[in-house]
């Protein structure tokens, strides 16, 4: 299977910087989305990489590896409001294919 | 735009029984698309459906399946349920492209709890 791996929980301090890693198979891989989800609430649309590199929206910016297999979603200037679940997830075999979600990484802002 | 909204949000059935979840899609999204989330394992695909035809299918027994409607709204049933259903069921449409290229927008799900 396409096994999608992140970290379970990070905790962070408000006002700094967090990265959170991902790592997944590059075998049938289209690109990499990033979601964010609060508790009890629905995941919302963050990021999606398709090509090498950073792509930067605001505090929040995302990167991609393709040729490694790995991402990162990095959040800068932390606020409490950005304490929440973050799910990377594979796209896979094409534009009619699956994405596969990793269990998430919750995410801790301390004051 | 109104978002992607699920009925019923809250659900609770005993072991064997079937259940019937439904989700609306916003407005002009054709893709829908259905996951279940648990502790454990996380958001896992189930399937997706465009144009009334089942276009992908996840890991599941055949337990699980679904249907979609000329008007793209969609709804999944569990048969036979088991203890191990118990989880929140996330609906998620998108223009017309599949998940994997498509962002989904998700509605707030359907919580199943199995007795």
């Known amino acids: 299977g396409q096994n999608i791996d992140q970290p379970t929980e990070m905790t962070a301090t408000e006002g700094a910087i967090v990265q959170i890693n991902c790592t997944y198979q590059?075998?049938?891989?289209?690109?990499l989305f990033w979601y964010q989800q609060h508790a009890g609430e629905a995941p919302t649309f963050l990021s999606y990489?398709?090509?090498?590199g950073l792509e930067e929206k605001g505090r929040f910016s995302s990167f991609l590896s393709r040729s490694k297999g790995y991402s990162y979603l990095l959040l800068k200037e932390l606020q409490m409001k950005d304490s929440a679940s973050y799910l990377c997830?594979?796209?896979?075999?094409?534009?009619?294919?699956?994405?596969?979600f990793g269990k998430g990484t919750k995410l801790s802002v301390k004051p | 735009k109104a978002g992607v909204t699920q009925t019923p949000r809250y659900l609770i059935k005993t072991r064997g029984q079937q259940v019937t979840l439904s989700c609306s899609p916003i407005?002009?999204?054709?893709?829908v698309s259905w996951y279940q989330q648990t502790p454990g394992q996380g958001l896992q695909f189930l399937f997706e459906?465009?144009?009334?035809?089942?276009?992908n299918k996840g890991n599941f027994p055949g337990r699980f399946s679904g249907r979609q409607f000329s008007n793209s709204r969609s709804e999944m049933n569990v048969s036979t349920l088991e203890l191990g259903d118990s989880a929140l069921y996330l609906c998620?449409?998108?223009?017309?492209?599949?998940?994997?290229?498509?962002?989904?927008?998700f509605g707030p799900g359907t919580r199943l709890t199995v007795l």
């Open positions: 998620a449409s998108s223009l017309g492209q599949g998940p994997s290229t498509d962002t989904q927008y």
């Open positions: 590059t075998s049938g891989f289209n690109g």
């Open positions: 990489n398709v090509l090498d």
């Open positions: 997830a594979g796209g896979y075999g094409g534009s009619q294919g699956n994405l596969i």
């Open positions: 407005s002009g999204h054709r893709s």
């Open positions: 459906y465009f144009s009334e035809t089942q276009r």
